[in-house]
Every structure is written in structure tokens, then in C-alpha cells.
């Protein structure tokens, strides 16, 4: 998925799909946010098994045999996690982002009552028939769309596993202390109040 970029993304994108024959590229004219590209992505994947992950590989792709195993242990989702005991963060991100990330954890936990100690890791691996549903049912386009997509699943009664990864801070991050961490915040309060009214029906999306 290309969310409406203005660098090489799409070219690089392009040149990839062109040589793998598995591979197609989806693209947005305009910035609409992470979350609406990778529900777009979601709906339209035709594979058992759905990985989103960021385009600066934070997680190395070699880690996705860690989320394969918890789905073959029973999972619905797996979720790569920075804050699990047995977690590896190679290269931390500036004090004040990691701060901020472990009150925003805190925050989703005691808003939503959900138990997982990271769901903002750009690395999550579906079971795509078990789970279309929920992007089906996923509204927040920006970037606290990873809690409604766990808060959904957990409401549709899916297992979801968080999985300790290896991890790295890439400096070049679109994430903006003030604007994007305030989107955010407004985000998972409108997530925490939907989920205390019932789920609505939607008409199945058609797969891409």
C-alpha cells in the first residue's frame, strides 16, 4: 500500500511488482492515513495469512516465523511486541518518544481494558478469513487505527497473541510528538466509547 506518497515509494513499488509476479501495488492519490491504507490492504489480500509492516522494517521480516508459530499455536492475530519481557529493542527511539509511547500503553489499557503491553508495533500478522471482518468494521483512518483493530478482534471474540520481537528505531518517523500523539489520543477515546455500544452491521467488502 502507498498512502499517497511524494517520494520514489511508488517507483520502487512499481519496479518490485514488476519482477514478482505475487506482488501488486495499491495507491492512494492523496494522504489519507496509516489506517485507512492498511485497511485498504486488508480487504483487498487473498492469502490465508496477512502481514502488515512497515515500509522501514523496524522488525525484521525474519521475525514473522515468531507470529507464524503463535497462529499455528491457535492465534487469530499476532502481534510483534517491544514490551514483553523476552523483547529485544537493538535501537531505542529518543527518551521523550519512549516515554510517551509507554503512557499512551497505559492509557489504551485502563480506556479499553485490553491487555497487551504494545499495540502500536508495525508488525502484525492475520489470519485473513478469521479477521476481515474486523477491517470490515475498522473506522479510524490514522494512526491509533492498530488499538480499534485489537479492540474489535477481542470483541469478536478472536485470540489475539503478542509475540516478543527484535526492534529498531528508524529516525526518520512521520509521527509527530504533539499533532499526531493529540490525533491519537482523540482516537482512542472515540475507540473506548464505541466500544461500550454494540457492534454495527456492514455489508461484507468485496476482496480486492
Not at 499455528?72 to 529518543?94: F, M, N, T, Y
Not at 479477521?131 to 485489537?150: C, K, N, S, Y
Not at 478482534?153 to 512521520?174: K, M, N, Q, S
Request: positive net charge; proline residues 4%; charged residues 30%.
Amino acid at each position: 500500500m502507498d498512502d499517497g506518497s511524494q517520494d520514489g515509494t511508488a517507483a520502487l513499488l512499481d519496479a518490485f511488482a514488476s519482477s514478482e509476479r505475487r506482488a501488486r501495488t495499491l495507491r492512494f492519490e492523496r494522504n489519507r492515513g496509516k489506517g485507512a491504507a492498511v485497511r485498504e490492504g486488508m480487504l483487498a489480500a487473498s492469502a490465508q495469512l496477512a502481514l502488515m509492516t512497515d515500509v522501514d522494517l523496524s522488525t525484521p521480516l525474519e521475525d514473522v516465523v515468531l507470529l507464524a508459530g503463535a497462529l499455528r499455536e491457535g492465534a487469530d492475530i499476532a502481534i510483534a511486541s517491544r514490551g514483553l519481557k523476552d523483547s529485544r529493542v537493538l535501537v531505542h527511539q529518543p527518551a521523550h518518544r519512549e516515554l510517551m509511547g509507554k503512557a499512551f500503553n497505559v492509557g489504551v489499557r485502563l480506556l479499553t481494558r485490553v491487555p497487551w503491553r504494545d499495540t502500536q508495533c508495525g508488525f502484525k500478522l492475520f489470519r485473513h478469513e478469521r479477521t476481515r471482518h474486523v477491517f470490515e468494521l475498522q473506522r479510524v483512518e490514522g494512526f491509533a487505527f492498530d488499538v480499534e483493530v485489537l479492540v474489535t478482534a477481542r470483541r469478536l471474540g478472536l485470540r489475539v497473541a503478542e509475540v516478543p520481537v527484535r526492534w529498531v528505531d528508524h529516525p526518520d518517523t512521520r509521527v509527530g510528538v504533539v499533532t499526531s500523539s493529540t490525533a491519537m489520543a482523540l482516537d482512542v477515546l472515540r475507540i473506548a466509547y464505541r466500544a461500550r455500544r454494540p457492534l454495527p452491521r456492514v455489508a461484507p467488502a468485496r476482496a480486492g
